[in-house]
């Protein structure tokens, strides 16, 4: 069953740009995948809706992004978590790289996470950004821009910057971890005999060697 509104994302790319072009999901999961987005969007709000300082804020919303980030490559890496997650030398933005890098699912979702990635890099090591107002004013454009790519069709409205970063990161979560369930499936399916049958039937109808 395919699902086109699993999120309320626009994240339809075109076919063959990644494996996940659209979300599929069998029905039986549909309740799962619909759990999910509500818990990730009860998790979300339950840590940043009292939150009144910025820089706060962003810390909170980026450790979320980046935990959902290696929840999306643990589905696909069986020894993701033994032999990167815990490696020093492994960072977060190494994993959005590798996240986009795999292309299964569309790569704005991993913008949005670099976005927020950047947005608290500044916050962190430079002191006199204490709020959304004083962040470089290409981070609050790239805000705008990524929102811009989520919801393509909907009339552009331009909003406080900490409104636009809260809307940023919400939806940012929500993407990725929308995807986790094809992610496992395909992780499962890959190990599975009924794959090599069906690959083998694939290059055998096209002759491919």
Same mark, same amino acid.
């Given at each position: ?7 309320? @994302?626009? @994240? ?25 987005s ?12 009292? /939150? ?5 804020? %962003? ?12 929840n *999306? ?6 020894? *993701?978590e033994?032999?990167?997650?815990? +490696? ?13 890098? /795999? ?11 670099? #976005?927020?990635?950047?947005?608290? +890099?500044?916050? %962190?090591?430079? @002191? ?6 004083? /962040? ?19 009339? @552009? ?10 809307? /940023? ?5 929500l993407?990725? #971890?929308? *995807? %986790?369930?094809n ?8 190990r ?8 083998? #039937?694939?290059? +055998?109808?096209? +002759?491919?060697?």
């Amino acid at each position: 069953m395919v699902n086109r509104k699993a999120t309320p @994302l626009d @994240l339809e790319c075109q076919k063959g740009e990644v494996v996940f072009y659209t979300q599929v999901v069998h029905s039986s999961e549909m309740g799962k995948v619909f759990a999910e987005s509500q818990d990730t969007m009860a998790s979300y709000f339950q840590h940043v809706a009292k /939150l009144s300082d910025d820089r706060l804020l %962003v810390l909170t919303a980026e450790l979320m992004i980046e935990s959902a980030v290696e929840n *999306y490559l643990s589905a696909i890496m069986p020894e *993701y978590e033994n032999m990167l997650a815990n +490696n020093r030398g492994f960072s977060f933005s190494l994993g959005i790289k590798i996240a986009k890098a /795999l292309r299964l699912s569309p790569s704005k979702l991993f913008d949005g996470a670099d #976005t927020v990635r950047r947005i608290r +890099n500044e916050f %962190v090591h430079n @002191l006199e950004t204490k709020t959304f107002e004083e /962040l470089n004013p290409r981070l609050i454009n790239e805000m705008e821009l990524v929102l811009r790519t989520y919801f393509p069709k909907q009339p @552009l409205t331009r909003r406080p910057p900490r409104e636009a970063f809260k809307g /940023l990161a919400l939806f940012t979560l929500l993407g990725i #971890t929308s *995807y %986790v369930p094809n992610i496992r499936s395909l992780s499962s399916f890959l190990r599975d005999d009924a794959f090599l049958q069906i690959l083998e #039937t694939f290059l +055998n109808e096209r +002759n491919i060697r």
